[in-house]
């Protein structure tokens, strides 16, 4: 692309063209171009993950392609492929291999064995295309979840990475993610409550006072509507990887839970598949409990109001 084509297109992006700024959005946080393949490169190879063996002998380059954590999970997730995700099974025997493969199939026998050059080559040629179709994290987050009974309590965390020997993202720790998760806006802020809800309680008492916390009006001016929107859908083009890791200390020689790599998408993501998600709406808060229990209550007395009167009919 000419500088001619990157100025037009910027300009078109400038006055609002819809197609030109999700392209320019794309570019500027990797999920196109080429800062997309910087962005790969870090989960690529990992020093710590020991080599297969070669498949030729005498020779060194036939080693096939490891499949570090970090790109396992990438691989087998929705939330970080521009296709289907690829099953566990597809990072040992790729669906490209022939049976022939299996020295001991019957296609092997009746054929011949597969060459071992050319069973190199489609080992490759598997992890160069399905790494293609990955949409890279910006950085690595750290999950610490600590048991307590049942229960697990999660703190996320940038720094432990060098403790935990996690290789991070190509963009750790600048701030790039958080920027654009500012600028895609959160979720919506419920209005003041009424005097009629505030002296309104569970119970249905309106003389009983009801504290209910109001939410913080000390929030920064968010840019258009338009921009924020372009935003999430980037956010929904973004997956969050995250290295979970399971305090098992409990005392009971419990299973032990190995750490693993997770891949989810902001809360502030927005695509069409997440339209109706539960994602998308803001969290239940006490004053939408009030109403919530009074409406229970309504339906309960109208329930046993119809009991009554079909008694009454079923006397006379």
Known sequence: MTARQDLKRLRAANEGDIKAVRNVLDVAYGRKGKLKWELLEPFLDDPSTAKLPKIIPAVESSRPPTYPSALSALLTSAQSRTSKPLKPDNLTTPTSLPARHDPDSEEARLLGPLSRRRHVNLLWRYFTVQTRKILPPLQVAVSELSKNGERYTEFTSNCDLPRLDVRGGAMQET??????????????????????????????????????????????????????????????????????????????????????????????????????????????????????????????????GRVTGKIKSDLQ
């Open 175 to 304: 701030g790039v993610f958080e920027h654009l998760h500012d600028i895609a806006g959160s979720v919506p802020i419920p209005r003041p409550l009424t005097r009629r809800q505030r002296r309104m309680s569970v119970n249905g008492d309106f003389h009983a006072e009801v504290k209910i916390p109001q939410p913080d009006r000390q929030i920064k001016p968010l840019p258009s509507r338009f921009l924020r929107r372009r935003h999430q859908e980037v956010l929904a083009k973004l997956p969050l990887l995250t290295y979970a890791v399971y305090d098992n200390d409990d005392g009971h020689g419990a299973v032990q839970r190995k750490p693993k790599f997770q891949v989810d998408l902001s809360s502030r993501a927005y695509d069409e598949s997440l339209r109706h998600s539960s994602r998308r709406y803001p969290e239940v808060d006490e004053a939408n409990m009030v109403w919530l229990h009074r409406a229970e209550n309504f339906d309960e007395c109208k329930g046993v």
